[in-house]
């Protein structure tokens, strides 16, 4: 990963990333703290990604891990409450090098950058093998779950701050393989992405979606396993995207960091392809 002295400056910013174990979400946590923000990772997982955690204390930013799956509403509560206790832990030591004044600015804790990555991709199966309890599954975590803590999380999301959804262009595609259930969540999170981007524009917190195309992750390979190999999957993909290759998970996570820095501050309610032209 290369920062070129252009690069969005995150410095102090809070960020929590869903399912940021691995795959794009990891990428979109590294890089973040690349730009200098303290990151909360969360995983649904046994074990924690002590891997990301290390990487990103590396870079010397501050990382907490917090256990949750994104289909369990209880789960997300208890997450946003590690959240609020983490975000007060950084507002202490930032208060401890800043002025009274400045310090009392910042009564609640706050975070500023809420990262919607978590999602399951069900098998792509014709209309007469879905199963219900693979749509349910599916809408729990992709479409209901970042309802939920969108709506926890909001009253400690700092004026000014950023929302990114990660849709997919599956929710564009016709898919002659069937995909009703995993493009259908994501439909719906693009269309949550322009309901709170207009709601939250208030308080100038802006709220988009970046939507992957075959991306190299643990995702695609095991989605697609039943039409091939990994190798075959990149070849079929790579002839499918008229950029010519499978995108890597740094080339979705260098569209959510600018989405999150000042520079992005006048764009809001967009779903931003990031697919080297897959879906366009
Ligand atoms: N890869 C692609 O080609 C592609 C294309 C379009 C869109 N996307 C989207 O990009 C995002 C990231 O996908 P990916 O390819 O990186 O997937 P991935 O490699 O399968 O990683 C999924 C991540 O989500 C976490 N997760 C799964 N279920 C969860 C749950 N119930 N609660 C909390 N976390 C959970 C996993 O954590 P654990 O390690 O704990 O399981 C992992 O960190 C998703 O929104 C996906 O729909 C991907």
Request: hydrophobic residues 40%.
């Amino acid at each position: 990963m290369t920062t070129s002295p252009n690069a969005p400056d995150l410095t102090g910013k809070l960020a929590l990333v869903t399912g940021s174990s691995r795959g794009i979400g990891k990428a979109i946590a590294i890089l973040l703290a690349g730009r200098g923000a303290d990151i909360v990772l969360n995983y649904s997982s046994d074990s924690p990604p002590t891997d990301v955690q290390e990487a990103i204390e590396k870079l010397g930013r501050a990382c907490t891990t917090v256990k949750a799956d994104m289909g369990k509403p209880d789960q997300i509560i208890q997450m946003v409450e590690e959240v609020k206790k983490f975000a007060a832990e950084m507002a202490g030591v930032a208060s401890k090098h800043s002025t009274g004044s400045e310090a009392q600015a910042r009564p609640e804790p706050r975070i500023d950058i809420l990262v919607n990555n978590a999602a399951i991709a069900p098998p792509s199966s014709p209309i007469t093998k879905l199963r219900v309890a693979d749509y349910d599954r599916a809408m729990d975590i992709n479409a209901r779950g970042p309802l939920i803590l969108v709506q926890a999380l909001y009253p400690y999301i700092n004026d000014g701050g950023r929302i990114i959804n990660i849709g997919s262009v599956s929710s564009r595609l016709q898919n002659p393989r069937g995909d009703s259930i995993y493009g259908g969540s994501k439909a719906l999170l693009d269309f949550f992405t322009r309901a709170w981007a207009a709601e939250f524009a208030s308080r100038n917190i802006t709220v988009n979606a970046v939507l992957p195309g075959a991306t190299s992750t643990d995702m695609l390979y095991e989605a697609n396993a039943q039409h091939g190999t990994k190798e075959e999957l990149n070849a079929m993909f790579a002839k499918q995207t008229p950029m010519g290759r499978v995108g890597d998970p740094d080339d979705v996570a260098q569209v959510v960091a600018w989405l999150s820095s000042e520079s992005a501050r006048w764009v809001t309610g967009q779903h931003i392809m990031a697919s080297g032209g897959l879906g366009v």
